[in-house]
Each structure stands twice: as C-alpha cells, then as structure tokens.
C-alpha cells in the first residue's frame, strides 16, 4: 500500500484567513514533503522533513509554514495568502530522504480569493 | 533546474505501444532516471526508475542506452486511461539523497 491522504480535497479561503492543509501516511516513511502545482505546470518543491525536521526550504514565502507533530503527518499552515497562491498543493512521502521511491498524494485544491 | 529535454506531446492509439523519449546528457554516474505520470487533476504517480540496466514492471519498461545520456518509457499495450503528462527525471539516489524536480513533461493523447 502506497498511500498518502491529503485533507481537504478543496479549500477557498480570504486572503486575511488562517487554514491549514493535513498530509498523513502509514508506511512507516520518515521523509515527507510539499510541492505546489500552478495550472498547466509541473509540480514545484517547497519543504522536505527528514525525521521529523525540517531540512530544505525552497525559499518558500513565511506565509506558507510548515508543521510535521510526528512522523506520520505533516501540516502546511496557511496565512495572509495572495490570489497567486491559489494552485494545488501535493503532499509526498519516502522511505527516507536518500534516493528512495517518492509517493505522491491526491494534493489539495487551494483557491484565494 | 531540471536535467532532462522530452518532446511536450505525443499521440497513440490505443493498443499499440507508446514509447515516450526522454533526453539527459549530463547525467552524472549517481544519478538515477526516474518516470512519473500524472493524469488530470491527480496528484504524481510513480513508474518507473533506473540506473544503467533496462527495467520493467507491470505498468512499463525503461530501455536506457548505454551511454546513458537518453532513455525511453515504454507502455506496451497504451489503453485510454494511460492519457496523463508523463515526467522523466533525473535524481541523486543513495545517502547523499536527491530532490525530485519535475520538468516540462511529454502530455501522451491515448486515442481511440
């Protein structure tokens, strides 16, 4: 079983709103990550955790925060966002951050308006 | 920035084989060649990957030449639902780790 789970499947916020978007897997993975996909083009990394710490950044916006309370979830918390930032939003995870296969969920629909 | 050059479309008809080029000249010993797929608004799904020798699962095979600066997916009977934009990548694999950057892609028309 390869799978990840990413909640909510949609989400429209206000750009003064505060949400969050949840990724779990129960593979026993200990790295996990997030990419942001614009319409029409490929998906883009933001953060990997590797054992629960954060260890790449793309120089992600601070309005994006990530959160990972344990090795089996992983939280990218939402704030003051811009109509630009509305995309999908794909959680991953691996075996551990070391070339191994990457599994990708469904990812989240994000619309600011 | 993404290490590898693939055509942006490809038509196939359905049944035959769907053989999807993908070019990485300076790919470094380390790396591996890896393909994802993805079909409308779902997220990446895994294929296949690779080092130097061919591969092949139940979804494809990768024939890698043998300077290893091309490869190429193959799906061997392409139905309908095999329509997605399909990813070749290059990646770092082993304890120095590796980012999985997406390029353009090759978007595969499966016809009837």
């Known amino acids: 079983d390869t799978e990840v789970t990413q909640t909510p499947k949609h989400l429209v916020m206000g750009m003064t709103n505060k949400k969050s978007l949840k990724c779990e897997q129960h593979?026993?993975?200990?790295?996990m990550y997030w990419y942001k996909q614009k319409a029409k083009k490929p998906p883009e990394l933001m953060f990997v955790y590797s054992y629960e710490k954060l260890s790449i950044n793309e120089s992600v916006p601070s309005r994006f925060s990530p959160e990972c309370p344990n090795s089996s979830l992983l939280n990218l918390h939402l704030h003051a966002l811009q109509p630009e930032d509305s995309a999908l939003y794909l959680c991953?995870?691996?075996?551990?951050?070391?070339?191994?296969?990457?599994?990708f969920g469904e990812g989240s629909w994000l619309t600011v308006v | 920035d993404a290490k590898t050059t693939q055509p942006t479309s490809m038509d196939c008809a359905e049944g035959r084989a769907a053989n999807l080029p993908c070019n990485h000249s300076?790919?470094?010993?380390?790396?591996?060649v890896y393909w994802y797929r993805q079909i409308h608004s779902q997220g990446p799904q895994y294929i296949i990957h690779g080092l130097k020798n061919n591969e092949t699962n139940e979804m494809a095979s990768l024939i890698i030449t043998e300077d290893r600066k091309s490869s190429t997916l193959i799906l061997p009977h392409a139905t309908l639902r095999d329509t997605a934009v399909y990813y070749c990548?290059?990646?770092?694999?082993?304890?120095?780790?590796?980012?999985?950057?997406f390029g353009q892609g090759t978007e595969l028309s499966v016809k009837p």
């Open positions: 300076t790919i470094s010993g380390n790396e591996y």
């Open positions: 990548i290059v990646r770092v694999a082993g304890n120095q780790g590796g980012k999985l950057i």
């Open positions: 593979m026993g993975h200990r790295a």
């Open positions: 991953a995870s691996s075996q551990a951050y070391s070339g191994n296969t990457i599994y």
